[in-house]
Structures are given as structure tokens and as C-alpha cells.
């Protein structure tokens, strides 16, 4: 069965400092991974996504993630936490665009507080 | 923007009645996704429509319905709303049919039943 859960349900860091939001997944297929923002009362926004190409995935305002398969993670990170950065942030796990096999299935999210 | 509309942003109504929620794509996609965000649930998937046709179904109840017309706008009917079924309405989405590709999505629908 696939799954995904985030680790953290909140995160509170200080501005200028290092962000760390965790993901584990669960896939019996090879997963498209992905990570996307909502900022409040708006849609969802693509930060960024791994579908099996690099391991380390670079996306928009200075987001990167990590594909670590033997850990089953994908942790998102960014060396120097904004305050425009304060948002829910969500890890979801798709089936690969090539062999498909399952619904895509989104964590329950992790609310970043970032403090002046 | 993400190029996908939503229609209403806001919608009041009372237990017992039916809504309709609108869902205008990108332009050229053919893919529409339904999602219901809520405190207690999260983000679900409700269900996909590809070029007017049914591809997945995820939780959605059967006091729920929706399609996707020729023009590949799409709406989402709710009937004998509860209580419970106040939440945020997306629809998102994607160029082709493949469930694992990005997905664009709209700004939302809040519904709230009184």
C-alpha cells in the first residue's frame, strides 16, 4: 500500500535560519514525489518534484529536497529561513508518470512558523 | 496563478441543500482533479476527469457528483449537504491523463453549511 507521512505537524524556526520539514513514504511502485505549498486562503504551489531522475531536487525560493530511497524520506530543506516562508507545506506521493498503479496520496501537512 | 479558476470563493448555505462548484482549467489541460480540504480529514482526493470522461475516483460520497463538460470545465455537485461537508473545495489540474505529473491548482471554493 502506498502512504506518505509528515513527521512534523508544526515547525517553528527563526528568521535566517536552517528549515527542515520531514516526509517518510511508503510506495510498492517507484513514486513521483513531490513537495507544494499553501500559503494562507490560497491554492497549493509546486515547490518542487522528484520523478527518478536526480536524487537532489532544487525548487523555487531556494527549496531543495533529498530523494533517499533506502530511508524510504524526502525531506525538504532550506539553508535561511524568510519570513514570506510561514505557510503549510505538503509531501505527496504520485505514481510515476510511466506505470501509474495507484491514486495520488497527500501527508497531512506540516505548518511553518517563522519568528522575526 | 496558476491559470486555473475557481467559481464561487465563498459559498453559505444550509443543511439539507444541493451546491454546484465550478472548475475552469489551464488552457490545453485536459485533466481535472477534485479535492476536499478540511481540519479533521486533511487535503482528500475526490476524484479525476479526463477530456469528459470518469479516470479515478477516490473518496468521494455518493451525495457527490461531477463532470466535465465538452469546453473541459468541470463541476462539482454536492446534494443533502451536512454539516460535516464544510470545508475547502480545489480542483486542480494537468496536461494528459497520468496520475504522477504535477497539478496545477485554483485558488478554492470555501463552502460552509449552516
Known amino acids: 500500500a502506498q502512504s506518505v507521512t509528515q513527521l512534523d505537524s508544526h515547525v517553528s524556526v527563526s528568521e535566517g535560519t536552517p528549515v527542515l520539514l520531514r516526509c517518510n513514504y511508503s510506495?510498492?511502485?517507484?513514486?513521483?514525489l513531490f513537495w507544494y505549498v499553501q500559503h494562507p486562503n490560497k491554492g497549493l504551489q509546486l515547490l518542487l518534484k522528484?520523478?527518478?531522475?536526480?536524487?537532489l531536487v532544487k525548487g523555487i525560493n531556494g527549496f531543495e529536497a533529498e530523494f533517499k530511497k533506502s530511508e524510504t524520506s524526502f525531506h525538504l530543506t532550506k539553508p535561511s529561513a524568510h519570513m514570506s516562508d510561514a505557510a503549510e507545506y505538503f509531501c505527496?506521493?504520485?505514481?510515476?508518470?510511466?506505470?501509474?498503479?495507484?491514486?495520488?496520496?497527500f501527508g497531512a501537512g506540516t505548518r511553518l512558523f517563522v519568528k522575526a | 496563478d496558476s491559470g486555473v479558476t475557481q467559481t464561487p470563493k465563498h459559498l453559505i448555505t444550509a443543511t439539507g441543500q444541493r451546491v454546484t462548484l465550478r472548475c475552469s482549467p489551464r488552457?490545453?489541460?485536459?485533466?481535472v482533479y477534485w479535492y476536499q480540504q478540511s481540519l479533521d480529514q486533511g487535503l482528500q482526493f475526490l476524484i479525476q476527469?479526463?477530456?469528459?470522461?470518469?479516470?479515478a475516483k477516490g473518496n468521494i460520497l455518493e451525495r457527490f457528483s461531477a463532470q466535465q463538460f465538452p469546453d473541459l470545465h468541470s463541476e462539482l455537485n454536492l446534494s443533502s449537504l451536512e454539516l460535516g461537508d464544510s470545508a475547502l473545495y480545489f480542483c486542480a489540474s494537468t496536461p494528459d491523463r497520468a496520475l504522477g505529473n504535477e497539478q496545477f491548482f485554483g485558488p478554492g471554493t470555501r463552502l460552509t453549511v449552516l
Open positions: 522528484y520523478t527518478s531522475a536526480a536524487t
Open positions: 510506495s510498492s511502485y517507484s513514486p513521483s
Open positions: 505527496v506521493v504520485s505514481p510515476h508518470p510511466n506505470t501509474g498503479g495507484f491514486k495520488t496520496i
Open positions: 488552457s490545453g489541460d485536459l485533466s
Open positions: 476527469y479526463y477530456n469528459g470522461e470518469e479516470r
